[in-house]
């Protein structure tokens, strides 16, 4: 199937972006992939009328081309025990469901067919070979040769499911370390029959697997292979094997290629906030120049400006954007009415994505608590327009706000500081977190486009709130920092994260961090890492060791990490290693760039006093003297509800959101999911 385009015209900024691609009989209507993301939805039957809003919320948004989470081809392949699968015709209804839904807004979806292999969390996992993987305590059954061929036939059946489910294609995933991908690498497939041994013999299942969904599906179905151009583990494929199996698979009939990045037991982190904004679109290009077919391109892009770049160097044909379109399903609707500031913007936290998956619940999104919860969660209009007052400008209150603004309710936001954000103005200066700035503004041009009266720079005071008749008040006032219960609090080399942060002082070349939660893991990167802009990107391949030459197998290389120019201590009271705090799926990478960065990470910390010395403390029964000439503490934060008694004395309707109702480790996805959902039934 050769590809055709049509050529940028008009004066849209996203002219590649918005232009249709055609593959064989199907067009799609501009270059946007939705790509796989599981939810928990796909898990349970009961759950597909949620997932059909889901979907038929980012057809509506006009996504070029949707693919659904990773839905297994039988029982072994499963993610878990009751994982999604399609493997008989009793299941296809449920997914007419998804289908149906995204066809009545116009849309296109493609099934992922998703096999764990050795990555099943369940004992009756399968692969290659019987090599237990690093994040499953399961070791996989290896496959006869009779096995290996039984599984393609079950993804050839699944693939006819999805056809007779009315999907307009599949995709089959090849990557992430995943069951397709386990036969591809000598790091996983030790066999020595057919299905193993050379290279041709390790791709021989993927090959197969699209041969025969091609002869089992017609010339006209999308076929899309996810495969893993860049493995970043050892025994990973070379470069020269990820140009065969490439060229391989556009023999056996695939209609596009999207690029993987990365195995899940890999240690370099690929999706994190700390990972520059298109730092894998190379590997995708170099290929471009190998194979005929369309190639799609992947993680870290997160806004239109950034995608018509990427279609502009010629990197790919297309790009894909799973979180993205969670954060905001109309992205692609928005930029084609060239309102890209209306865009809520992903800012790859993983909070109530990724974190929430791996614990079992289902995945949302920490900006956009609508996600994956489109018919639990609805905005209808008040029929009893009140008018509210919103004390507070932090990611709380912004929700709350906009919210009741949507609603019809007229509002009145009070924010102390003379800009909106809250804590997202502290967390933008981290790096890596830049895109934080993206919240604060969508928020604010949602306020000034519902006609918000915004009060910047002036503290509410309950008398004043009480005369102007509000019928109610939300409290988002949020947290101030906790003061240190310690001798010598109030030395002159102690400050507080928070001023640090705003630029109010300044940290020396010696720095004791007290805390190592979040924030405290958060300054300490802000203190260690030095690197502009441009820099990014060499100094994230440097750090995690990847190799932009693709040299050696798995596309890896000598990590060389730049240190921290200052001395570092990262302190914390409980037992264990610091930091382990933030992010369930991002912690490991902050504490190993923290490494990196020759952070001293100190855990059991017993604190004792502060003077002209530096910081004493006993460890381990024994006394240790920081010699520091700052300390910022990172101690936990409390509320600030100082307005509630006043208020509520005075008969004023009071409800506290965010940090004013819970001073808890700063956590901006319960704020906004607690504020939203408080604004929907007022």
């Known amino acids: 199937m050769t590809p055709t385009s049509q050529s940028p015209a008009g004066a849209s900024p996203y002219a590649r972006l918005l232009a249709p691609l055609t593959v064989g009989t199907v067009t799609i209507p501009n270059r946007v992939l939705m790509g796989s993301m599981h939810t928990g939805l796909e898990d349970r039957a009961r759950n597909y009328d949620k997932l059909a809003a889901y979907f ?7 996504a070029g081309l949707i693919v659904t989470g990773g839905i297994a081809p039988n029982r072994v392949g499963r993610l878990t025990p009751l994982g999604g699968k399609l493997s008989a015709s009793s299941e296809v209804a449920r997914h007419r469901k998804l289908t149906d839904a995204v066809h009545a807004e116009g849309g296109l979806i493609c099934m992922q067919i998703l096999h764990a292999g050795r990555y099943g969390y369940h004992p009756f996992t399968v692969s290659a070979s019987g090599i237990r993987s690093p994040i499953s305590p399961f070791r996989p059954r290896a496959l006869s040769t009779d096995g290996v061929a039984d599984q393609i036939q079950d993804f050839v059946r699944c693939a006819e499911l999805a056809a007779e489910a009315g999907y307009d294609g599949v995709e089959v995933m090849g990557s992430e370390g995943y069951f397709v991908n386990q036969f591809t690498v000598p790091r996983t497939n030790q066999r020595d029959d057919q299905w193993g041994g050379d290279h041709a013999g ?27 151009m860049l493995d970043l583990v050892e025994g990973g494929s070379t470069w020269e094997e990820v140009v065969a199996q490439a060229k391989a698979i556009e023999a056996a009939g695939a209609s596009m290629i999207n690029t993987g990045i990365g195995w899940h037991e890999a240690r370099i982190p690929t999706i994190a906030s700390m990972v520059p904004p298109g730092a894998y679109t190379w590997v995708t290009g170099r290929l471009r120049e190998e194979v005929a077919l369309p190639l799609v391109t992947v993680n870290r892009i997160n806004s239109p400006e950034q995608a018509e770049r990427i279609l502009a160097s010629g990197d790919a044909d297309m790009v894909s954007m799973a979180r993205p379109l ?16 209306t865009i809520n913007t992903c800012i790859a936290c993983n909070q109530g994505c990724l974190d929430n998956v791996f614990e079992n619940k289902r ?15 609805r905005l209808q209009p008040t029929t009893d327009p009140k008018r509210y007052a919103v004390v507070g400008g932090g990611p709380a209150g912004l929700a709350a706000a906009a919210t009741l603004a949507e609603r019809g ?4 936001l009070y924010e102390a500081q003379p800009e909106l954000g809250g804590q997202f103005n502290l967390a933008k200066v981290i790096p890596g977190k830049a895109d934080y700035a993206e919240t604060i503004r969508y928020f604010a041009n949602q306020l000034h486009h519902l006609g918000c009266t915004m009060m910047l720079g002036q503290p509410a005071a309950a008398a004043e709130l009480i005369a102007s008749g509000f019928d109610g008040v939300i409290l988002a006032t949020g947290v101030r920092a906790r003061r240190l219960d310690l001798p010598g609090r109030d030395h002159p080399m102690v400050m507080g994260y928070d001023e640090l942060l705003r630029g109010e002082r300044e940290a020396g070349e010696r720095v004791a961090i007290i805390g190592a939660g979040g924030v405290g893991v958060d300054v300490a ?12 990107l060499t100094d994230y391949q440097q750090t995690w060791g990847i190799d932009p030459e693709y040299r050696e197998r798995g596309g890896l290389c000598d990590a060389s990490p730049t240190p921290s120019r200052r001395t570092i ?26 490494e990196a960065r020759s952070v001293d990470c100190v855990g059991s910390v017993i604190y004792q006093r502060i003077d002209d010395a530096g910081l004493h403390t006993e460890i381990a029964g024994q006394p240790r003297l920081f010699e520091v000439d700052s300390i910022v503490v990172c101690a936990g934060q409390e509320s600030q509800r100082g307005l509630k008694e006043p208020l509520e004395d005075a008969g004023v309707m009071v409800r506290t959101v965010g940090g004013a109702d819970l ?18 039934k007022l």
Do not use: M
């Open 363 to 377: 995945a949302t999104c920490l900006v956009n608590p609508y996600a994956a919860f489109e018919t639990e969660r």
């Open 56 to 62: 038929a919320a980012r057809a509506r948004g006009q």
């Open 525 to 536: 990167t802000f203190l260690a890492e030095q690197v502009n802009e441009r820099e990014a």
């Open 202 to 228: 390790r791709i021989r299942l993927p090959v197969e697997i699209v041969e025969r969904t091609r002869a089992a599906l017609g010339a006209d179905a999308l076929i899309i292979y996810r495969l893993s």
């Open 326 to 341: 969670l954060a905001d399903p109309d992205f692609v609707l928005k930029a084609g009415r060239g309102q890209p500031a």
């Open 663 to 680: 001073a808890a480790e700063l956590d901006a996805e319960r704020a906004i999911r607690q504020a939203t959902d408080l604004a929907l």
């Open 569 to 594: 201590h990262l302190l914390q009271r409980r037992l264990g290693r610091p930091g382990r705090g933030p992010g369930k799926t991002t912690g490991w990478a902050h504490r190993l760039n923290l």
């Open 409 to 412: 309710h007229a509002v009145t």
